[in-house]
């Protein structure tokens, strides 16, 4: 469905972000990217998304093709009309407009008044919280509840591959579950998913295959079940090792974050 050919990608001309990726998301399946920071997940959806521009950046080398036509060229309208939808970063929503308001604006591009309609519905039952909140304001959702809007606003489209940016960050463990599940139904509903993540327990979890970006390039890839059970991910990303060191936060001991990649911990929240 979804093929990336050794992409190279700078910004300013100068920073190269990726090089050389290669990657396949087939027909109705999950993909997982995992990576530290700044080892060039958000690039990578980026330019597939066609957003790379807004952030300076450029395709210097690679292809990508959906469905065998090439993306090249295409500005992030026209992308979304052939069914790509990425969930924004950061899970930006309108904060002044209600639940309902933002999923009719997200709604703008769909089909007709039904096909909104159906959309509609569908998020209301993945999301029974936006259901029961659709009048109030976004700004006044709690951070799960709103990423949970980001994600239904992405699907008033009725995408045929969703791309999330790090969906579970700053999330509480009990609603990065939750998330993950909602993925895994949008996923059984034909929809594929393209997924960039850094807590990696979730990521494959959900997915049917999945690669590990390493500085800009693709270092491992295979089934999720298979990166799950290799020794570098575990390492890397699981907590798995010798020397890690026992998830705290806050001075609280937290079984469920020691599972969490390392680099989260000491990632930069800026
Ligand atoms: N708009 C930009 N201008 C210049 N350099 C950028 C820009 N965006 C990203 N970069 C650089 O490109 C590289 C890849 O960044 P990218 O944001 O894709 O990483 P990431 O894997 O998404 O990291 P994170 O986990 O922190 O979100 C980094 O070296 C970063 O500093
Ligand atoms: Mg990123």
Redesign the pocket.
């Known amino acids: 469905m979804l093929e990336v050919t050794d992409l190279h990608v700078s910004?300013?001309g100068a920073?190269r972000?990726l090089q050389g990726v290669s990657l396949h998301v087939p027909d109705r399946q999950v993909v997982a990217v995992l990576?530290?920071?700044?080892?060039?997940?958000?690039?990578?959806l980026?330019t597939v998304s066609a957003t790379l521009r807004l952030?300076?950046?450029a395709v210097v080398g690679g292809s990508i093709t959906y469905h065998g036509k090439s993306l090249a060229g295409l500005d992030a309208a026209r992308t979304v009309r052939l069914g790509i939808v990425q969930v924004p970063e950061g899970r930006r929503i309108f904060g002044r407009l209600t639940v309902e308001e933002n999923l009719r604006a997200g709604g703008l591009g769909a089909a007709d008044k039904r096909a909104r309609a159906a959309s509609r519905d569908r998020v209301f039952d993945l999301f029974p919280i936006l259901a029961q909140r659709r009048k109030q304001r976004a700004a006044l959702l709690s951070g799960g509840e709103q990423q949970m809007l980001a994600i239904g606003r992405a699907l008033m489209t009725a995408p045929k591959l969703i791309i999330l940016?790090?969906p579970s960050l700053g999330l509480a463990p009990k609603i990065v579950g939750q998330i993950g599940r909602i993925l895994k139904a949008i996923n059984a509903d034909g929809t594929s998913v393209l997924l960039?993540e850094?807590n990696a327990v979730m990521a494959l979890g959900v997915a049917d295959t999945a690669y590990v970006?390493d500085v800009?390039r693709v270092s491992l890839s295979g089934s999720a079940k298979e990166l799950a059970a290799s020794d570098d991910v575990r390492q890397l990303y699981l907590g798995h090792t010798a020397t890690s060191s026992p998830g705290v936060v806050a001075g609280k001991p937290d079984v469920e974050e020691s599972l969490r990649p390392k680099?989260t911990l000491s990632?930069?929240q800026g």
């Open positions: 910004y300013g920073v972000a990576g530290s920071n700044g080892a060039g997940k958000s690039t990578l980026r952030h300076r950046g940016d790090e960039v850094q970006l800009g680099a990632r930069w």
